[in-house]
C-alpha cells in the first residue's frame, strides 16, 4: 500500500460489516473497516478506488486541526495568546490579544476555571441570539440549556426546548448565528426537507456558506481543550 505510507491508518475487523467502511477521523487518521476474511489485495483496490476521496478528505481534516495551535485559546472566532498568571484580579480576561486565566489558589487543573467562562459567556451570547432570531421567525423560544456534546452543536427538542453545545463560544459569531437558525428553524419544520432550508434562508440568505464552513473547521472544536 505505498502510496498510502504517509498516511495514518487503522484497519479494523468487524463481524458487522458486509463490506470494506472508510472513515477519516477528525485528526485525519483513516479507520478501515473490513469484514472477517478480507484480503490484503481486497483492502489495497479499496483504497486505490477512494484515493482522491481520502486524500482530499484526509488534508482538509488535517488543515482544521492545524488550525488549533498549543498556547492559544480562541473565542468568537478569534485567536488569543493563552496566559496562565496567578494572583489577584479577574479569574479569565480578555485584552490585547491575550486571553489571562487566573486560578483559584493550588489549583491543579486549570481548564475548570477556563470553561466556567466559556459556558457564562455562551449563556448570554446565545441568549441573545436565540431573541433576536426567535423575533425575526415569529417564535416564542423556551429558556435554552447549555450542553458539552463531542458531536453535535445544538439540537431541537420534541418539547420545543432548545439546546446548544457550549463550545459553540469559539465559533465565529457568522456560525453560531447559523446553529441557532437551524435550530429554531426545527420549531417550524422537523426534519431537512426544502420547506426547513426555506425557513433558514429567511433570516440568513448565506445559510450554505456558513454551514460549508462548519462541516469544514467546526469539528475539531468539538474536542479542543486548552493547553496551559
Known sequence: MNNFHNLDIEYR???????????????????????????????????????????????ERREAWGR?????AFFLGETYRLIVAPGPGEA??????????????????????LETWYRRQAENFLGERVRHFGVELRLAVRQLQLKAWKRRWGECHPD????????????????????????LAHLKVPGHNPRFWGVVAQVLPDYAERRRWLNRYG????LWQAEF
Request: charged fraction near 20%; include cysteine; hydrophobic fraction near 45%.
Open 160 to 183: 420545543g426546548q432548545l439546546r446548544f453545545n457550549w463550545r459553540l463560544i469559539l465559533l465565529p459569531p457568522a456560525i453560531i448565528d447559523y446553529v441557532v437558525a437551524h435550530e
Open 68 to 72: 488549533l495551535k498549543p498556547g492559544t
Open 219 to 222: 469539528t475539531p472544536f468539538l
Open 13 to 59: 475487523v468487524s463481524r458487522r460489516r458486509r463490506c470494506i467502511g472508510l472513515m477519516v477521523t477528525v485528526t485525519g487518521k483513516l479507520v478501515v473497516s473490513a469484514p472477517p476474511g478480507t484480503t490484503q489485495s481486497e483492502l489495497q483496490r479499496a483504497l486505490e478506488r477512494h484515493q482522491t476521496w481520502i486524500k482530499a478528505k484526509v488534508a
Open 92 to 113: 479569565v480576561e480578555l485584552a490585547a490579544g491575550e486571553l489571562t486565566v487566573r486560578p483559584p489558589a493550588g489549583a491543579p487543573d486549570l481548564w475548570p476555571t
